[in-house]
């Protein structure tokens, strides 16, 4: 039927989570010039502490995810398959997009969206828009990065999501629980 082919969850060959290394610290006084405008537009008063989340060398991703991304396109059997990246909030830098970094970092050749998504009825469209790119494309990785880089001081997500969609059912490759540190050290951990 018609609805099975538009379900959030048809095409979904895989998903995990992706864990991350991330570092989280207090925006001193220093930083604070770096921020006014984001300050501004969320009205957010210089009385309160805000943090800032980055990597190691204060990178905007962990570079554990290059090896981890040759592993999900080996598996894929896709050097380059189209990447749908999510991302939430803003980054302390508003010069440069983050996907800017992300892209040479996973060695991504294969054509590449992006989209801002805050909250779950933007999730839900942009799953609407990764199908639809299935129309074009084999297999889509929706990246969905969660962490937000700037903020007030609080708990951070220190994990992204990714899924697999493909317009071939038979590709499914079942993995869970994806730990970035290990891939780093070339083992997978299965839980």
Known sequence: MITDKIRP?????????????AQVQLVDTAGQ????????????????????????CMAPHDVGLKQTFAHIRARLGDPNPAILYLHCGHQSDTRSPILQHLVPLIGAGGPIFALRVEGESAFQDAMTMARAL???????????????????????????????????????HPITALNIEAVAQDRRVYT
Request: net charge negative; glycine share 6%.
């Open 9 to 21: 969850e048809s095409h979904v060959v895989e998903s995990d989570v992706i864990n991350v290394a």
């Open 33 to 56: 010039g770096q921020i006014s405008l984001w300050r501004a537009l969320n009205q957010v008063g210089e009385e309160v502490d805000l943090q800032r989340v980055a990597f190691e």
């Open 134 to 172: 299935l129309n074009e494309h084999g297999q889509v990785l929706v990246l969905r990065d969660e962490i937000r880089r700037l903020g007030r001081k609080g708990s951070t997500v220190s994990a992204l999501r990714y899924e697999v969609l493909s317009r071939d059912p038979t590709d499914a």
